[in-house]
């Protein structure tokens, strides 16, 4: 008799993200999180002054993104932020609780873009909400169990269609404007006011949401092909193209429709888009709808890897870390998220669900930027192929987000 077959060994995650698919990616669950839900809020808090609540949260968010691209060139690992953590303070329990609240975020910016997704689907179909949220929930989860190469080819078709929906409203509106580089001044006039001022803080926190996307990067590490050179390009990449494109959308808008009537728009792109072509806004809703659940696909990823991930490392049940064998996905993560972001999305409005995340992802940034400069402080030798930043910039990163954090609480 022979001896009896090992086991086959246990499925693990496909490397299989190139750069373009991987800036795509970071594109996608920006861009679809942002501009796209939310410019109408932030309009309506701060005005004319909304661009500059979109460079505040860019500003805030360059040293973290230059952080996150240091530790995932040093740490390509699903989870990053938690094994981040782990490796500046050397503490298993606040990894545990770093990885629990970016499971949060994921889930709570998917729900939130879940309910604008349903606003602009109401566009094309006159249903209740609810029946709109559970139907894109349930279709995007099982679109993201099916395998990650589908998921992000997937996510990449859809992001090309809405950066083109955006500068479709870019060109237009600036071949229709009087003068838009004549009246970017506006953007300043009267800034100085307290007014001013607190409606740009409140409207930054919105803003930041918008950014909400590049450390999801970090979670697909373990998906991604030459990690140590290709994610921190791909985090630059996604925050240099998202700050132009909402910068520009956003004034556009706001030269195109009275901030107030902006604002109150359940469909805000769709609303400028018929303003500044004259016909009428189904194509760019529908892009809007591309946009939105493509926006769900990829933060579903992003947050059923960190359960996978913090799995993997005894963080949480066993059973979450399981791959399936044809799928090469965690189902069973998958799956947990799906269900999270359901409940969450039929109980929360908007606005709510996208500042809780907002100040929580403030939060997570904080200890990721403070466990970078441990890290630097215990002097740990680099590898040749590894970025690396200087001290300073995770030292702005962690005061940045603390700023920007105490603001949005007073404002």
Same mark, same amino acid.
């Given at each position: ?31 679809? !999180? ?8 932030? !309009? ?70 879940? @309910?604008?997704? !349903?606003?602009?689907? @109401?566009?094309? +179909? ?12 349930? !279709? ?84 991604? @092909?030459? =990690?140590?050179?290709?994610?921190? @390009? ?9 700050? +132009? ?35 009428? =806004? ?54 947990? #998220? ?34 970078? #400069? ?38």
């Amino acid at each position: 008799m022979s001896a009896a077959a090992p086991h086959a060994a246990a499925p693990t995650l496909a490397r299989t993200l190139n750069l373009p698919l991987a800036v795509l990616f970071g594109l996608g669950v920006t861009i679809g !999180a942002g501009i796209y839900v939310l410019l109408g809020a932030a !309009a309506g808090r701060a005005g004319m002054h909304a661009p500059l609540a979109f460079v505040l949260a860019a500003v805030v968010m360059a040293p973290t993104a230059a952080s996150f691209a240091e530790f995932a060139s040093r740490m390509p690992v699903s989870a990053g932020e938690a094994a981040y953590v782990k490796a500046g303070f050397g503490s298993t329990r606040l990894a545990g609780l770093i990885g629990l609240m970016v499971i949060a975020v994921s889930v709570v910016s998917a729900a939130t873009v879940a @309910r604008g997704s !349903a606003g602009y689907i @109401r566009e094309f +179909l006159d249903l209740p909400a609810a029946i709109l949220i559970v139907t894109v929930v349930i !279709a995007m989860g099982l679109i993201t169990a099916w395998g990650i190469l589908q998921s992000v080819m997937l996510t990449a078709v859809m992001t090309l269609t809405e950066i083109g929906g955006l500068l479709l409203i870019i060109v237009a509106g600036a071949a229709k404007s009087d003068a838009p580089l004549a009246r970017l001044p506006e953007i300043a006039t009267g800034g100085g006011s307290v007014t001013a001022l607190s409606g740009v803080l409140a409207a930054s926190l919105l803003a930041f949401f918008a950014y909400i996307g590049f450390e999801g990067l970090a979670n697909i590490a373990q998906e991604v @092909r030459q =990690p140590h050179t290709t994610l921190p @390009r791909a985090i630059f990449l996604t925050l240099a193209i998202s700050t +132009l494109l909402y910068i520009m959308v956003a004034w556009i808008a706001l030269i195109s429709v009275p901030h107030a009537e902006l604002g109150a728009a359940h469909a805000p792109l769709s609303l400028v888009f018929e303003r500044v072509t004259g016909i009428a =806004p189904a194509a760019i809703t529908a892009i809007a709808i591309v946009a939105t659940v493509n926006g769900i696909i990829a933060m579903m990823v992003t947050g059923s890897r960190v359960i996978y991930g913090m799995a993997d490392r005894k963080l949480l049940p066993a059973v979450l870390a399981r791959i399936h064998p044809r799928t090469r996905t965690p189902v069973a993560a998958t799956a947990l #998220v799906a269900g999270m972001v359901l409940v969450l999305a039929l109980l929360f409005p908007l606005q709510g669900l996208a500042e809780a995340s907002s100040r929580l992802t403030l939060v997570i940034f904080a200890f990721v930027n403070a466990a970078l #400069v441990q890290f630097k402080r215990r002097g740990h030798v680099t590898t040749t192929d590894a970025f690396t930043v200087p001290m300073g910039v995770p030292i702005a990163g962690c005061i940045l987000c603390l700023l920007l954090l105490a603001g949005s609480l007073l404002a």
